[in-house]
């Protein structure tokens, strides 16, 4: 990961991260219709946080929405190039995305995986996040399967 650097996106990245999003989440076909976004989506999201990228000699590889919430943070939409998984891009990110909530004061973060996806609540007790309620699936996604979302916190202090 010797080229490896993480920075703050911009509108002239949406293009490649609504494609990066899109073919990370396609594993989820399974269980929801359509793609996972699309760029007015993402254009939407540098309204209320940041996308913090990881490139790889230039090419984006990861990308991470970062949200500041007062005294807690959110993070969703982590996506790594399929291609380029368990290579610890995705945790890089997240190592990133909690440096910065911290550094701004907050003391937790928040993220929302989906239930159906076991192996994501594991990766998330790996890096330190507990179990901390559940919450309802967005009405507006079509969902093939019943699902909801398994709420997970860090304590950031």
Known sequence: MSGMEVRLANEADVLQIVALVNLAFRVESFMVYGD?????HI???FQTGTILLAED???IVGALYLELRAERAYFGLLSVQPSRQREGIGQMLVGEAERRAAGAGCIAMDIFAVNVRPELISIYQRLGYAESGTA????NVRTKIPCHFVKMSKDLG
Do not use: D, I, L, N
């Not at 996972?36 to 007015?40: A, L, V």
């Not at 309802?136 to 009405?139: L, W």
């Open 36 to 40: 996972r976004t699309s760029g007015p």
């Open 43 to 45: 254009s939407a999201m």
């Open 57 to 59: 000699f230039g090419q």
């Open 136 to 139: 309802p699936f967005p009405a």
